[in-house]
């Protein structure tokens, strides 16, 4: 059974950065695509970014030149660099290992994020 659990998110300033975590067991690792979800209050998840096993990047118009994606295999961890962050980044974000065609097959459980104006 695959488990993902994400971590490194908290309150920030307009601006500021934060780094979030996914720690995945129970699955290989190396041979998923590794993705980030949004969800914030009344509104839909949305996508965020997306890595390949091939490391190929995908990243969503909204958030495309401040976040980076990354994944370190020997640790079975994918990584969501935020920089300069604002106001509407606020919501809860979600890890998630998608097959080929980029469905999603697990998310995690989700780590807050909000960003102060």
């Known amino acids: 059974q695959v488990q993902l659990a994400e971590s490194g998110g908290g309150l920030v300033q307009t601006g500021g950065s934060l780094r979030l975590s996914c720690v995945a067991s129970?699955?290989?690792?190396?041979?998923?695509?590794m993705a980030w979800y949004r969800q914030a209050p009344g509104k839909q998840r949305e996508f965020v970014a997306r890595l390949t096993r091939l490391s190929g990047t995908v990243y969503a118009d909204s958030v495309k030149g401040r976040f980076i994606i990354s994944r370190d295999d020997a640790k079975n961890t994918a990584y969501l660099q935020m920089n300069n962050l604002r106001p509407e980044d606020t919501a809860a974000y979600y890890c998630?290992?998608?097959?080929?065609?980029?469905?999603?097959?697990?998310w995690g459980q989700g780590t807050q994020v909000t960003v102060s104006s």
């Open positions: 129970g699955a290989a690792f190396r041979e998923n695509t």
């Open positions: 998630a290992l998608e097959d080929r065609m980029w469905h999603v097959k697990d």
